[in-house]
């Protein structure tokens, strides 16, 4: 069985700071891994995701994560953030013999960036 | 280039009605996932389904809750005689093909109230 942990709930930062939002993964087989971001009241959007080849994945509105075999995780992170970033961020895995595309959540950080 | 597309946004209902939520998949895709997020938490897997066919429904309640993908129309997930725990936000998320490392593409969710 896949498991995502997600290690903060809550990541408040001030506006232009760097963030890191941290993601865990348990799996016993090979997987891949995603962002997805979700703003009020909408569905989740893909943020970056890891399939293959290069450990450090860049995605949509300078965000970056690097996938760390090791050490079973994928952090995302953003060398300055905008207020336009506040949002609840989910890290999700699949494969590994799970049927199609199906993903396995974490329960989510909320990013809440301050003037 | 329209994208998944859930309705209706809202719903209430009063406890013992019936709640059916529609979701038509991106324009190329057969294959339709359903999630559903409670308050304050992740986002949990339902049923996965591709046209007529369901391919795992690991995640659906064993009572009250049904889906379907029929060959023409739009995915229905029907709930049965609604309690207040069924409160939530129910996702569609759709993808073109059966591989695990085929990213999701979300609809915006049908926030469900029981009263």
Redesign the interface.
């Known amino acids: 069985a896949q498991s995502v942990t997600q290690l903060d709930s809550q990541v408040p930062v001030f506006e232009e700071a760097p963030v890191e939002l941290r993601c865990n993964y348990s799996s016993s087989v090979s997987v891949y891994l995603f962002w997805y971001v979700q703003y009020p009241n909408q569905g989740l959007q893909l943020l970056l995701k890891y399939l293959s080849g290069s450990t450090l994945v860049k995605g949509i509105n300078g965000f970056e994560a690097e996938f760390n075999k090791s050490q079973t995780s994928f952090h995302l992170r953003k060398p300055s953030v905008h207020i336009s970033d506040t949002a609840e961020y989910f890290c999700a895995v699949s494969g590994g013999g799970t049927s199609g595309s199906r993903l396995t959540f974490g329960e989510g950080t909320q990013l809440t960036v301050n003037p | 280039n329209a994208g ?1 597309m ?1 309705n209706p946004r809202h719903l209430v209902r009063r406890r013992g009605q019936e709640a059916r939520l529609r979701c038509s998949p991106m324009k190329g895709h057969s ?1 339709v ?1 359903w ?1 559903r997020q409670l308050p304050e ?5 339902m049923v ?1 389904l591709q046209k007529e066919n369901i ?2 429904e690991s995640g659906m309640p064993k009572e009250r809750f049904s889906a379907e993908f029929p060959k023409e129309g739009p995915s229905i997930l029907r709930i049965q005689q609604v309690v207040r725990g069924d409160s939530a936000a129910y ?1 569609c ?1 759709s ?1 073109p093909q ?12 049908t ?1 469900l109230t029981v009263t």
């Open positions: 998944v859930q294959h996932y999630y938490e992740g986002l949990k897997f996965y391919i795992d996702f998320a993808s059966r591989t695990d490392n085929s990213p999701l593409h979300f609809g915006n969710g926030r």
